[in-house]
């Protein structure tokens, strides 16, 4: 590739000669007329040629100048086209935002009616995905996820969660009413596998040994009935109490 020279010598060298004023072309640049004489004065030594009639005035443009101008000014004005398309493209573009297809389905899209409400004006876009989506890879532009400590970058908490037994009516019908941990003796345990060998994810191990301390019999609760990997899976099946019973 044909070694280019700096890019401030052709901004100088394309404002001065669709102006033919150094003055002026300083003006619009924020630069001083002598700092254009400089930069015009580079360009000339790496094209090898004079690129301006100085004198006798008014300015004026070489034959050599004549021939690069055109290309020079029609290359910034590609520049100016492709850097406008890219904003017009940000504008248009929908705002991306990605969480796990459990909580998307039970927590997020339940909710859009508020967001419509809010921004009618601003496309969403709902990226359902269980593993991690990179935003430093443009893969998405806000993620909502579960985490213990703040992740790096800019995140806000958005809220805190607790955990405690749950079941649909249905599975308790005829039975006697849950009161204390122990209650849940002979009712059917769901374990989801939250995150592979983390010691610190909520699974009824971890509650049965809080709850023991109100009430020793959570202690022989005994291990999940059914485990699932996906979440959605979990609560569906917490939803559907006749694949539960016996």
């Not at 400089?38 to 000339?44: A, K």
């Not at 039970?106 to 601003?122: F, G, Q, S, T, Y």
């Not at 809220?159 to 405690?164: L, S």
């Amino acid at each position: 590739m044909t070694r280019l020279p700096p890019l401030t010598t052709l901004r100088a060298f394309e404002a001065a000669a669709r102006r033919l004023s150094f003055k002026e072309a300083a003006d619009e640049l924020g630069l001083t007329p002598t700092a254009i004489s400089h930069q015009i004065r580079l360009l000339e030594e790496h094209c090898g040629k004079k690129l301006f009639r100085r004198r006798p005035r008014p300015l004026a443009l070489t034959d050599a100048g004549e021939r690069l101008f055109p290309s020079i000014r029609t290359g910034f004005q590609t520049f100016a086209t492709a850097l406008s398309s890219l904003d017009a493209k940000a504008d248009t573009r929908p705002l991306r935002v990605t969480t796990t297809n459990a909580f998307a389905s039970r927590w997020l899209i339940p909710r859009l009616k508020l967001w419509r409400k809010a921004h009618e004006d601003v496309a969403l876009s709902i990226i359902g995905a269980d593993r991690l989506v990179r935003l430093e890879a443009d893969e998405a532009d806000l993620a909502i996820r579960y985490a213990r400590s703040a992740p790096r970058g800019a995140s806000r908490e958005i809220f805190r969660d607790r955990f405690y037994p749950t079941c649909s009516p249905k599975l308790l019908a005829g039975r006697a009413p849950i009161r204390r941990a122990g209650d849940l003796a002979g009712l059917p345990l769901i374990h989801f596998d939250w995150f592979a060998n983390d010691q610190s994810a909520p699974n009824w191990a971890r509650w049965q040994e809080m709850a023991s301390a109100a009430d020793p019999r959570a202690r022989d609760l005994g291990s999940a009935t059914l485990s699932f990997r996906e979440e959605s899976h979990a609560i569906d099946a917490a939803l559907a109490p006749t694949a539960l019973q016996s």
